[in-house]
């Protein structure tokens, strides 16, 4: 059942869960009824999730739970491009990455790679266009609140294993360029169409090149059988389904790393001299309540969210009741599992019948803080705006 | 396909995963075809799970993964009677908890519990009885080999919190003790049939009351609606859909406390006066390689498993590859969740062809090591017995 109330949709039927909703002073156009999920991701929760597409699909903000680790079938997806078939994730140790730019480039099996050495890494998976539906400007994309982040663990073997293994990259190199295994449609210049992503060589320190997710196998919507995966980066650069990883002089030619994903002006084009978009900032939400449509019972509260920092830990983290005023600290719940981890924070309040604005504010251990304002950009990226993230919430 | 090879049986058809077999020294009886999930638990994945009967479901030595966290849809699932309606589980929030055995007894909805606290506690949840398989005195009752275990977070509010609401417990209380919400059967003394557990005070420290286990509501398989949760303490402890929660000056008159869970010499019966089934003592096991029917490549192979310290956190972990006359030390791999939880650990070793038996011994913070041999008890509980739990593997 939808309904409407003055621009802002409200989602039924998901039982114990919060609706999601656009939060904040962003309206979002009616929605038809909920698509179904694609073949490759059935195994989800569809209750948990948005479907915007078959290739876009977003984590209900009631739907990350408070256990820190969010689980696989809540994971957002997000595609570039149409992902391969399901046959790829078969025999997943068959499957061959081919190293280049190294001192002895070769192929390697997911098989060999698995006896190379092994990661546990958990990390903020989080698209670089989270946050884009309350830019002003209506940048195209998916029009995403909060749900195109998660924070999972993904296990594989160090990138630094594998170069270690090749003897090292080959001189000059400074850049990390990984192409994914999609299947180019025919016609088309490859380098239109092709995912591949170039990250500086700092970031080869902690990524690591993962056939496992919270334990399981790793899915094809996730990028299985194996991904690279660049923690604090967003989401564009862990590189789905890798074929290739290559350590390169130049950024790669493809069109998606050229000119898009860049920080571009708004009105103006994406282009090679703009900074790529790369590391993710500190940013934190709440998830709970965050409803209008759902009244709170009056009395305690117990406000509770997710907070990150980027490429280093995230530090402190404080709530506000109205609207960004005033601020208290929160307090973190549960396990630190690391600098690209986030944390799940609460904070219990008294609060009597009204309406109330509820925004919380990271800061990280290196000092950087969310900034009250969005970054304005032409595609939307990077929001990590205390003040969009804000909800309203009655309390009665 | 099942096919039988001396005693050791292998569970054919799972794809990439490793097969579960009977490993070390006993074998299993010659096993029927597989048992399907039961109604409750058919979200789970059938292809991770050994279904010994409807209320006794083990993991997989191949499906625990090595992402620390063991994903609930291959979570192991023992109950000590036939659980509740799943009508329970469909408004969680209105379950009630009467709080007893305090200042000011009262009971409480989850959803009031909501408002109390929040909490996320990673630990490992095991059945008392993981590791009968290996008792020579064949002892009644679950078969478990290694899969009555997993490490999970369970979120909700710390007991410690509602204590305080109630004006804490009263003069002379030594126990905390937890009935669970099952029906009765009509006809039997409920004190036969009844999951009431008494544990010391001293456990309400990092107890908590959870809703959610890896951020999904908390299903009826794992004893939602509300489930008390007592880390560092064997399963049972740790009451499914609780009801009461009473502090008491004696322990349970249930069957299950007073001569269930005990500690008794190979043939006698439990008694009252024996030690009960509270704390984990520290513990591993290898969990890849681990099936000889599944030849390992010979050269360079990452061995990798899980360790627990018990009451407190694994410390050292070593692992032997001549079934324990010489011992390296492994490294842990991955988070460190906290004393209640498991670590993963691996190492890499270089493995000529031929067979081996693989070994792991941990030892806590505390300084307790894992013991060579198992501890005789007359219902197989505890084993943490380091020979044990090896596994013998085929290089070629």
Redesign the interface.
Known sequence: MLASTGGVVALAGL???NRATAAGAQATAAAPAAKPLPEYAKWK?ADALIVHSANTIETKRGA???????????LFVRNNIAPPSLDIV????AWTLEVAGVARPRSFTV?EL?????????MVLQCSGNGRAWFPSKPSGTQWTVGAAGCV???GVPVKAVLEAVGGMSEGMVYMTSTGGEDMPAGLDPKDVMVERSVPVSALEDAILAW??????LSLAHGGPLRIVVPGYTGVNSVKYIKRLAFTKEQSPAKIQQTGYRLAPVGAKGESTQASIWEMPPKSWINTPSDPAQPV?A????I?GVAMGGMTAAKTIEVSINGGKDWQPAQF???D??RY?WR?F?L?VQLEPGTYQLASRSTNAAGESQPEERMENNRGYLNNSWRDHMVTIKVA
């Open positions: 039982g114990g869960m929760n990350f739970g408070s256990s820190v680790i969010t689980p696989s079938e809540h078969k025999d997943p140790d098989a698995k006896t190379m050495g092994l990661a546990a890494l958990p663990i993904f296990t496992e997710l919270n334990g399981q196998p019972k009395g305690r509260v117990v509770s719940v549960g396990p599992l690391g981890a799940e609460a219990a």
